[in-house]
C-alpha cells in the first residue's frame, strides 16, 4: 500500500465519518453509529472506495487504546467508593447474568459443545461482548431528567463502571484461554499479577504525575506524558503478562484520573480521538462488516442477540437491586440505566476478532445491538422516572 492509497483511504473516512456522525447526533443518535455507518457504505458492503488494510487495522488499534485511556480517565474513585457493596453487587450481576445468556444464545444456534472445545470459547466471547455496558448516553438523559444526583441514577453510573472493569477482566480471560496449551491457573496468575504491579507502580506514577502537575499545571506535557504512560503500560500488559493492551491502557487512565489536571488530560487526548483516531477505529468496524454476505442464520441470530443482550441486563442489574433493598420502579431503572451499550461492547468484538475468536459477520449483531440500546434506552428512561413524585427537571 503506498503513501497516496493511504491518503486517500483515510480522507474518505473522516470525511464520511464526521458527517454521518453529525447527522446521526441530529438524529438524536449516538455519533459512533453514524460514524460505523460510514464505514458500511464506503466499505464493501456499497461504494467500496476503502479496503480494510494493515495500516487502518493499526491505526485503530491505537484509536481503541486512547479510547480505552480516556475511559479510565473518567473513572471517579471517590464515586466508587461512595456507591461500596451495592454497585459492585449490581455490577458483578450485569456481568455473570448476560455472560451466561449470550453464550447459551450461541450454542443455541451453533449447537451445545463440551467447555475445552473452541467452539466453546466462541460462544463464551459471545457471552462477554453482551457484558459490556455503555453509561454515557444514561448520564446524558440522567442530566436531562435532573435525576443523575439522585441515589438511583448514582448507583447506576457506579454499577457501570466497575461493569465496565469486570468486563475487562472476563476479556483478559477469555482471550487467555483460547490458546488450547494454556494453563487456566498460569492466565489467572499472570493477571493477578499485572495488577499487582499496577497498583504498586500506579502509586509510584500517581505521586510523580501529582508533582508536575502542582509544577507546571495545564501545560501540554502533562498530557503527552499520560499518554507516554498509557502506551507503556500497554505494551507491557500485553508483552509481558498477556493481558488485553487496552486493560492497560485503562488501568493508566484510572491511576491517572484523580490529578487535579484529569480533566484537562482528557480533553486534550479527546481531541485526537475526536479528529482522527476516533473516526478510523469506528469506521474500521463498520469496512469489517459486509452485509452482502449476511445470511439469514446471521440475521436472525443478531436479532435474538438484541434481544437477549437487552433482556438480560434488565433482569441481571434489576433483580440484584431488589436484592440491595431497592424497591418498585428503582429497581426497573437501575436495569433500564445499564442496558445501553456503545464503544466498549465494539472494543470487546474488535478484540476478539483481532484474536481470531470470532468472524467479521458478527459486527452485525453488535452494532444494532448499540443501536436500538441507544435509541430505546433514553425512551424508557424517561417512562420511568415520570411516574415519580417529583416532577422531571427538564
Known amino acids: 500500500m503506498n503513501t497516496l492509497d493511504i491518503l486517500w483511504d483515510m480522507a474518505m473516512i473522516i ?19 453514524g460514524e460505523i455507518v460510514a464505514g458500511i457504505l464506503i466499505g464493501p458492503t456499497l461504494l467500496n472506495l476503502v479496503q480494510p488494510t494493515d495500516f ?23 464515586q466508587l467508593k461512595k456507591s461500596g457493596i451495592k454497585a459492585t453487587l449490581i455490577a458483578c450481576a450485569g456481568v455473570f447474568v448476560p455472560l451466561v445468556c449470550g453464550t447459551v444464545l450461541y450454542m443455541s444456534f ?31 438523559v440522567l442530566k436531562e431528567l435532573g435525576k ?22 472476563v476479556l483478559t480471560a477469555v482471550i487467555g484461554m483460547k490458546d488450547p496449551t494454556s494453563n487456566i491457573g498460569l492466565v489467572a ?69 484523580s490529578l487535579k489536571d484529569s480533566d484537562y488530560i482528557e480533553r486534550r487526548v479527546d481531541i485526537n480521538s475526536y479528529t482522527f483516531f476516533g473516526p478510523v477505529f469506528f469506521a ?45 420502579m428503582d429497581k426497573l431503572k437501575i436495569g433500564i440505566g445499564m442496558m445501553t451499550r456503545g464503544e466498549v461492547a465494539l472494543i470487546v468484538s474488535q478484540r476478539g ?7 467479521s459477520e458478527y459486527f452485525t449483531a453488535v452494532i444494532l445491538l448499540i443501536i436500538v440500546s441507544s435509541l430505546l434506552t433514553p425512551v424508557l428512561l424517561k417512562a420511568v422516572f415520570a411516574k415519580d413524585k417529583e416532577p422531571l427537571n427538564y
Open 110 to 140: 451453533y449447537g451445545f459443545v463440551p467447555m475445552d472445545s473452541p467452539e466453546f470459547i466462541k460462544a463464551l466471547f459471545v457471552g462477554t461482548i453482551l457484558t459490556a455496558t455503555s453509561v454515557s448516553i444514561t448520564v446524558q
Open 148 to 169: 443523575i444526583s439522585t441515589e438511583t441514577g448514582m448507583t447506576i453510573m457506579s454499577a457501570a463502571i466497575i461493569d465496565d472493569i469486570i468486563g475487562i477482566l
Open 189 to 257: 496468575g499472570k493477571t493477578v499479577a499485572f495488577f499487582v504491579l499496577v497498583v504498586i507502580v500506579g502509586v509510584i506514577v500517581y505521586q510523580i504525575m501529582k508533582r508536575i502537575d502542582e509544577r507546571y499545571p495545564h501545560t501540554r506535557r502533562i498530557p503527552i506524558i499520560s499518554i507516554a504512560i498509557a502506551f507503556i503500560l500497554s505494551y507491557v500488559a500485553d508483552v509481558y503478562f498477556g493481558v488485553a493492551d487496552i486493560t492497560g491502557a485503562f488501568c493508566a487512565g484510572v491511576i491517572l484520573s
Open 284 to 328: 474500521s468496524i463498520g469496512l469489517q462488516t459486509n452485509l452482502r454476505t449476511l445470511d439469514a442464520t446471521i440475521l436472525i441470530f443478531s436479532i435474538a442477540f438484541v434481544i437477549v443482550g437487552l433482556l438480560a441486563k434488565i433482569i441481571g442489574c434489576g433483580a440484584m437491586s431488589g436484592l440491595c433493598g431497592y424497591k418498585g
Open 56 to 78: 487502518l487495522s493499526e491505526m485503530a488499534e491505537l484509536g481503541v487504546i486512547l479510547l480505552m485511556f480516556g475511559a479510565g480517565l473518567e473513572t471517579n474513585l471517590d
Open 15 to 33: 470525511l464520511f465519518a464526521k458527517f454521518f456522525g453529525l447527522l446521526a447526533r441530529k438524529l438524536k443518535a449516538p455519533q459512533v453509529a
Open 353 to 359: 476478532l483481532k484474536a481470531g475468536i470470532i468472524g
